[in-house]
Nanobody, 120 residues
Framework: QVQLVESGGGLVQAGGSLRLSCTAS????????MGWFRQAPGKGREYVAG????????YYADSVKGRFTISRDSAKNAVYLQMNSLKPEDTAVYYC?????????????WGQGTQVTVSS
């Protein structure tokens, strides 16, 4: 059974940092693009950051550029999202995702999500 499991969410004050982790099991994602989406209350799901299977190419939404950094450890079947200078508008459920080709429009695999809440 393929699973993506996120961790690292929580409550943080504006300006603070969090590091999200996503660990895959049941399948090796070494050749998969991996990334992070988020969904705030009452809003659609937003593609936040992505990383190619090699780690050589990354994508960031304009809203997080310069503040978030995505990385991966293929040996550990894991992907990370370092979030700095957090803002209240970053509050959302963050989802890990993986796809063999492209994370958009719809990844092959999703995690269950982890809540990030940024207080002002």
């Amino acid at each position: 059974q393929v699973q993506l499991v996120e961790s690292g969410g929580g409550l943080v004050q504006a300006g603070g940092s969090l590091r999200l982790s996503c660990t895959a099991s049941g399948h090796t994602f070494r050749n998969y693009a991996m990334g992070w989406f988020r969904q705030a209350p009452g809003k659609g799901r937003e593609y936040v950051a992505g990383i190619s299977w090699s780690g050589g190419s990354t994508y960031y939404a304009d809203s997080v550029k310069g503040r978030f950094t995505i990385s991966r450890d293929s040996a550990k079947n894991a992907v990370y999202l370092q979030m700095n200078s957090l803002k209240p508008e970053d509050t959302a459920v963050y989802y890990c995702a993986a796809d063999l080709t492209d994370l958009v429009p719809a990844p092959d695999y999703w995690g269950q999500g982890t809540q990030v809440t940024v207080s002002s």
